[in-house]
């Protein structure tokens, strides 16, 4: 394939993307805020939620897409709990909200996990009926409850797997799939970087979300942003960075560093939504308190609708304190939100809050 082809697909651009003329290279990299393609999928820009498990359902991706974001990936999601047609996995883990996809929000992503190509087939398919645009896998987490299967980063080492895994999630789905992974399993190693090149020459994934960091380290110490820029100008796919992007300088200078197609907000946008505005460069303030609040207020009430009041009493829970530091509130307001079982209460301890923020 021609250089400058190749330079084309790494950008995510549609293949016969014109490039400069007498010379091998394509046009300038794009901005943040232009379209790129994945497979035949049009993203409307380059800034997108990552899967968050535990916490990415149909309101939190609809949250990142309301400030801009241009794809949104769903929490990750057991394809055996699919395969097994589990009435919580399907029935909510599976939900897509009409709203997600309303006036020109781009497409929505599951997430998927797990080890066995078959099961990966069948699950596939029913994330399909079910109306994603994408399927993504999930070969980069690094909790021990999901690695002991022989799922998440542990198929780093085991390649010929994940490549079925890969190739059974493509043929089953009929969709184009993308994977997530990390540099390697420790400090030190590039097996998710051969990995990658494998996934899409032997199994025909069409981006890779590569976080260069090893699963060992989680989230601590500094990505190897130059193995992510190794790997773009390697590999004939879009790669779409992520990992330690948790401010809009700091997501401007990786994502020139490396050269990605993307970038992938994880951990940096919990309970910080305006990030990706930030980020597209349609706001630079940050949010004042009484924003904060109303932003607070919309994420309880979907949460509600999505779990019901007694549910979504305690699962907001997990939600409160990525709000609290956003508003620089002390520790006693966090262990009042963390001792309420319901939202009306919830509702009390901030209810306070709300009118100091009304009169600031």
Same mark, same amino acid.
């Given at each position: $394939?021609?250089?400058?082809? #190749?330079?084309?697909?790494?950008?995510?651009?549609?293949?016969?993307?014109?490039?400069?003329?007498?010379?091998?290279?394509?046009?300038?990299?794009?901005?943040?805020? *232009?379209?790129? &393609?994945?497979?035949?999928?049009?993203?409307?820009?380059?800034?997108?939620?990552?899967?968050?498990?535990?916490?990415? #359902?149909?309101?939190?991706?609809?949250?990142?897409? @309301?400030?801009?974001?241009?794809?949104?990936?769903?929490?990750? %999601? /057991?394809?055996?709990?699919? &395969?097994?047609? #589990?009435?919580?996995?399907?029935?909510?883990?599976?939900?897509?909200?009409?709203?997600?996809?309303?006036?020109?929000?781009?497409?929505?992503?599951?997430?998927?996990?797990?080890?066995?190509?078959?099961?990966?087939?069948?699950?596939?398919?029913?994330?399909?009926?079910?109306?994603? *645009?994408?399927?993504?896998?999930?070969?980069?987490?690094?909790? =021990?409850?999901?690695?002991?299967?022989?799922?998440?980063?542990?198929?780093?080492?085991?390649?010929?797997?994940?490549?079925?895994?890969? !190739?059974?999630?493509?043929?089953? /789905?009929?969709?184009?799939?993308? %994977?997530?992974?990390?540099?390697?399993? !420790?400090?030190?190693?590039?097996?998710?970087?051969?990995?990658?090149?494998?996934?899409?020459? *032997?199994?025909?994934?069409?981006?890779?979300?590569?976080?260069?960091? /090893?699963?060992?380290? &989680?989230?601590?110490?500094?990505?190897?942003?130059?193995?992510?820029?190794?790997?773009?100008?390697?590999?004939?796919? =879009?790669?779409?960075?992520?990992?330690?992007?948790?401010?809009?300088?700091?997501?401007? *200078?990786?994502?020139? @560093?490396?050269?990605?197609?993307?970038? $992938?907000?994880?951990?940096?946008?919990?309970? #910080?939504?305006?990030?990706?505005?930030?980020?597209?460069?349609?706001?630079?303030?940050?949010?004042?308190?009484?924003?904060?609040?109303?932003?607070?207020?919309?994420? $309880?009430? !979907?949460?509600?609708?999505?779990?019901?009041?007694?549910?979504?009493?305690?699962?907001?829970?997990?939600?409160? =304190?990525?709000?609290?530091?956003?508003?620089?509130?002390?520790?006693?307001?966090?262990?009042?939100?963390?001792?309420?079982?319901? %939202?009306?209460?919830?509702?009390?301890?901030?209810?306070?809050?709300?009118?100091?923020?009304?009169?600031?």
């Amino acid at each position: $394939m021609p250089q400058s082809a #190749n330079a084309a697909r790494r950008h995510g651009r549609p293949s016969g993307t014109p490039t400069s003329p007498g010379t091998l290279t394509a046009v300038p990299p794009p901005a943040l805020t *232009d379209p790129f &393609h994945i497979g035949p999928v049009r993203i409307p820009n380059r800034v997108v939620l990552a899967p968050l498990a535990g916490i990415g #359902n149909w309101f939190v991706r609809l949250q990142a897409k @309301r400030y801009g974001a241009g794809l949104a990936v769903s929490e990750m %999601v /057991s394809s055996f709990g699919v &395969h097994h047609r #589990n009435e919580k996995t399907v029935g909510e883990m599976l939900r897509i909200h009409p709203d997600e996809r309303r006036d020109g929000r781009g497409p929505v992503s599951i997430q998927l996990f797990g080890q066995d190509p078959e099961v990966m087939r069948s699950a596939a398919a029913t994330v399909a009926e079910r109306g994603a *645009d994408l399927i993504d896998l999930n070969m980069g987490c690094p909790v =021990p409850k999901v690695c002991k299967t022989g799922a998440g980063a542990a198929l780093i080492k085991d390649p010929d797997t994940a490549v079925a895994v890969a !190739r059974a999630a493509r043929e089953g /789905s009929g969709l184009p799939v993308t %994977v997530k992974l990390r540099s390697g399993q !420790r400090p030190g190693e590039t097996d998710g970087y051969e990995l990658a090149h494998r996934l899409v020459h *032997d199994a025909g994934v069409s981006a890779i979300g590569f976080h260069p960091r /090893s699963a060992a380290v &989680h989230h601590k110490g500094t990505p190897d942003y130059d193995l992510a820029a190794r790997l773009v100008e390697s590999l004939d796919a =879009p790669v779409i960075l992520t990992g330690g992007l948790s401010s809009p300088a700091a997501i401007a *200078d990786a994502y020139e @560093r490396t050269g990605a197609a993307a970038v $992938m907000l994880a951990r940096g946008a919990l309970g #910080n939504p305006w990030l990706f505005a930030q980020v597209l460069g349609t706001r630079a303030a940050e949010p004042a308190a009484a924003e904060v609040l109303a932003e607070l207020d919309w994420v $309880m009430e !979907r949460a509600v609708e999505h779990l019901g009041e007694d549910r979504a009493g305690r699962y907001l829970r997990k939600f409160y =304190p990525w709000y609290v530091d956003r508003l620089g509130a002390g520790k006693a307001l966090q262990e009042a939100l963390q001792r309420t079982s319901t %939202v009306a209460e919830a509702r009390a301890v901030l209810s306070g809050l709300g009118t100091l923020a009304e009169a600031a």
